[in-house]
């Protein structure tokens, strides 16, 4: 078996990967934050970081995978203000569809999934430490600010130097920092907002902090490997580095892993551009394995452009998987095949994707030309093709349930009545009525199914829209 290496964006390049304690990984993934649907970008983490924990297991390690969910920051305070809601109604409600859309996308739940309210006492340890040790300070107005300055490494994730960086430009001054890139830990509270108790007085914690304080405390003060969307490289996971290992003593993470941008069209997903679509909205038109397709068919690190056209041919992709899967009975090969080793190169060379996928297709080619003349090499090959979906999260639908869906297929027809032609054109076929057998085949065509016949066998799926 080839390394695994992985683009560690600490050191912008390819690393092999060694776990701290060999045979073990821990992950952790910044998660949502619950105010509103999940949206495509959101579906990109999702799918990305829960391929990444199902092939380090597929490669046989042990992995304790965590994705936290922000529910509570100025966003979520100020949509329930907005709803006339109480904030953990609000968030309670989107966590629930947050795992509806997890579901639709084969996105296995992570081995835990910490809530930001239930790890204030953690947070508050952290922040009197930070204090204690000179990198936390209490300003004028009452919040407790992180002292940028006192971090020897700040800018090592993202390679940029405090003093090359144009405070007025780029950030908000404020008459209670110290340094205008200084960053608030713990937030007074404000009248009508929740809170919660602190040797600060009441209030409650900054966005970075929720991270490091639920990190370290559910994989300790040092592990493996962080993710989360490229966005979120500055100032967040930057400002999770200097807050940890100030606090602990400790390097934070070993490999930093940030994946692409999501575009529309090749523009920027934006909302003020209009062009922001949820994931609940593109599962009105595309079955979630055609989304997940979509999704992991680009390398995890490249941007990743959304439009229509991409989900059809993800679409006609998956079908071509599923298809090459029916009629055969997949029998385990006793000896790794090349189509398995090259699948394996491939996503040992920094989760390639996209490569391994090329793969999947050569080797689905070949089981269909081997379906007639080699059953039992095309068994072996069946058993090959599912492997290499599992750790992907791909086909692991029954074939025919998969083809004959009729989510955004061409078809309509209901499928007891394509049974019904079906059943009329072999009996044409029986009378030796070729015509009337060519005719029901090509009116099933007009309406979007199409008719496979092999030996006296005869099969069916819908043609995609």
């Known amino acids: 078996m080839s390394v695994l290496k992985i683009h560690n964006t600490l050191t912008r390049q390819k690393e092999v990967f060694v776990p701290i304690n060999e045979g073990h990984v821990n992950l952790y993934v910044c998660g949502m934050t619950v105010y509103d649907f999940c949206h495509i970008g959101h579906a990109r983490v999702m799918v990305v970081f829960d391929m990444v924990s199902r092939y380090l297991r597929y490669l046989g390690y042990q992995v ?42 084969n996105v296995r739940h992570p081995d835990l999934e910490p809530l930001a309210t239930d ?32 971090f020897k490494n700040y800018g090592q994730l993202s390679k940029r130097q ?12 404020d008459e209670n920092k110290l340094n205008p890139f200084d960053f608030v830990l713990w937030k007074s509270a404000k009248e009508g907002e929740p809170s919660w108790e602190s040797p600060w007085g009441d209030g409650r914690p900054g966005w970075h902090i929720e991270c490091s304080a639920m990190a370290t405390c559910c994989l300790g003060n040092h592990f493996d490997i962080h993710g989360g969307g490229m966005d979120l490289q500055f100032p967040h996971h930057e400002n999770e580095i200097a807050q940890s290992e100030a606090a602990t003593g400790e390097k934070y993470v070993n490999t930093w892993m940030h994946n692409g941008f999501v575009r529309i069209d090749d523009e920027k997903m934006s909302k003020s551009l209009g062009n922001f679509f949820t994931v609940r909205d593109v599962l ?54 090349p189509y398995i080793e090259r699948f394996e190169k491939a996503m040992n060379d920094d989760f390639n994707t996209a490569k391994a996928i090329s793969v999947m297709f050569e080797c689905a080619n070949e089981l ?47 499928s007891d009545a394509i049974e019904k032609a079906i059943a009329r054109r072999l009996q044409a076929k029986l009378d030796k009525n070729w015509a009337l057998a060519d005719q029901i085949r090509d009116e099933l065509k007009d309406q979007g199914v199409i008719l496979e016949d092999a030996g006296k066998e005869t099969t069916w799926r819908r043609a995609s829209a």
Not at 125 to 149: C, F, P, Q, R, S
């Open 284 to 337: 009105k038109q595309y079955r979630g394995e055609e989304i997940r397709f979509f999704v992991l068919s680009s390398h995890y690190r490249s941007a990743l452009n959304y439009s229509d056209d991409q989900l059809k041919e993800s679409r006609a992709a998956i079908e071509r998987l599923y298809t090459a899967l029916r009629h055969v009975d997949a029998v385990e090969n006793s000896i790794k095949s």
């Open 162 to 173: 405090l003093d090359d960086m144009n405070a007025g430009e780029r950030i908000d001054v």
């Open 368 to 414: 269909n030309k081997l379906k007639m003349t080699a059953p039992d090499e095309a068994s072996k090959l069946a058993s090959d093709l599912l492997k290499m979906g599992e750790p992907l999260g791909l086909i692991g639908q029954d074939p025919e349930e998969f083809l004959h869906s009729d989510m955004g297929a061409k078809s309509t027809i209901k």
């Open 64 to 105: 304790k995978y965590v994705r936290n969910i922000t529910d509570i920051d100025d966003k979520i305070i100020a949509r329930s203000i907005e709803n006339n809601e109480n904030y953990s109604q609000l968030t309670k409600r989107f966590i629930d569809e947050m795992h509806k859309d997890e579901a639709a996308l």
């Open 119 to 150: 790890s204030i006492d953690d947070m508050i340890a952290m922040i009197k430490t930070l204090i204690k040790k000179e990198h936390a300070y209490i300003g004028a107005n009452g919040d407790v600010y992180y002292a940028v300055d006192s």
